[in-house]
Nanobody, 115 residues
Framework: QVRFVESGGGLVQPGGSWRLSCAASGFTFSSYNMMWHRQTPGKERELVAAISPDGRMTNYVDSVKGRFTISRDNAKNTVDLQMNSPKPDGTAVYSC????????WGQGTQVTVSS
């Protein structure tokens, strides 16, 4: 059974830093791309960052380039999202997903960027 458990959300001050983590299980983690998405009420879910199976290739949505960093630990089956200098428009529920399955999502973790 594929499962994702996100953690680390909370109240984040603009210009600060924060780290989200996602623990995955139920598939061969090291063989698949991993992605972080975010969604706010009334808006489409947005792909924020992606990382290749070996961690060597990463991609980011333009709005977070240079501020967010995605990383993975294939020994622990985890993927993290380091958020530096978050902005108020980064307030959202952040969820992780694998290219193993397009329909499986975690419950997400709420990040609120506010002073």
């Amino acid at each position: 059974q594929v499962r994702f458990v996100e953690s680390g959300g909370g109240l984040v001050q603009p210009g600060g830093s924060w780290r989200l983590s996602c623990a995955a299980s139920g598939f061969t983690f090291s063989s698949y791309n991993m992605m972080w998405h975010r969604q706010t009420p009334g808006k489409e879910r947005e792909l924020v960052a992606a990382i290749s199976p070996d961690g060597r290739m990463t991609n980011y949505v333009d709005s977070v380039k240079g501020r967010f960093t995605i990383s993975r630990d294939n020994a622990k089956n985890t993927v993290d999202l380091q958020m530096n200098s978050p902005k108020p428009d980064g307030t959202a529920v952040y969820s992780c997903r694998s290219s193993y399955s397009s329909s499986q999502w975690g419950q997400g973790t709420q990040v609120t960027v506010s002073s």
